[in-house]
């Protein structure tokens, strides 16, 4: 008798609490899924500090890179194999990123991203300024790599200064070339709207007397150096800023797209002056900062853009190695 009690004494007590828990479960509180989707990253900036100097990264946004229609010196095949090897598909979004430099004394910014010249993409370095704690009244120098509307488009708001208490700096050379009638004229079609560019980027600090190349490479800062990296344009230029031992090379344009570039450093873009100089540049700079041990600030590598750079097994080629992140600016 005690054995057909317990065959039906389960079931009926499973249908008395499942009758139970149904009236419980329309007291739950609604779920919460029509939230609306935020769709945005955090802040673009990112802090390290280099001896006593502190870099704050600030990105300009991303745009999408046509691999298939800029790169050269390297196969569709080949470029499809390093991309999927990579994880990427195309298109591939590339990113702006430009280098602020606090050395206790001075604040100079390598770099100004593309401003309102690539469209609703970019031109979010001022707001990341701000975001980062700073003012971009507070900017003493302004250095450029090139005059390219990715580097210089933000130096100009609306017509005016964008730090209006900088002074401007490149190569001589990069003025001379990008502020040119006569070259422009002699450029390939598609390169021609970038000398109008840079004449209207440079055009508020010309007024003010603020704008002021130099015409030799070397010491320009405190602890910040003009290294001559010609090629990619006449007068490309990349900075070394070092404090304390340790060095940091912001190197503007060198790499485009690290998939590619790095193991294939012969790969060049059609935006490149001097295809046969880029490529050199390239390999003197990745050989310089892979014996060095130094930092890179790399332009469009993607965000914070901060690394350094190993070989790659067999010695053809080099890998990025990306910083480790670090909640905390710490030195690395």
Known sequence: MAATNTRFTFPLLAAAMLQFALPLASLAPPA???????????????????????????????????????MNNITPAQAGRDLDDAGLAQPVQGSINAFLVNTGQRLILI??????????????????????????EQVDTVLLTHLRKDHAGGIMRQGMAAFPNAVLRMAQGEADYWLSKAAQDAAPEFLRSFFDSARVS?????????????????????????????GHTPGHAAYLVESQGRQLLVWGDIVHVAPLQFPHPEATVKYDSDAAGAQQQRRQLLE????????????????????????ASGGTGYRWLPVNYEGTPGQD
């Open 288 to 311: 310089m900062a892979a014996s060095g041990h130094m930092v890179v600030g790399a332009a469009h590598i993607a965000f914070p853009g901060l690394g350094r750079i190993g070989t």
């Open 32 to 70: 919460q899924a029509a939230a609306p989707q935020v769709r945005s990253q955090a802040p673009g900036y990112y802090r390290m500090l280099l001896g006593q100097f502190e870099i704050t990264v600030l990105s300009d946004g991303t745009h999408a890179f046509p691999i298939d229609t800029v």
């Open 111 to 136: 770099d100004a991203g593309a401003g309102a010249l690539y469209g609703d993409c970019c031109g979010r370095l001022l707001q990341h300024l701000r975001a980062a704690g700073y003012q971009p």
């Open 202 to 230: 440079v055009a508020p600090y010309q007024a003010a007397g603020r704008l002021r190349p130099y015409a030799e490479y070397g010491q320009l800062e405190p602890g910040i150096k003009a290294l001559p990296a010609p």
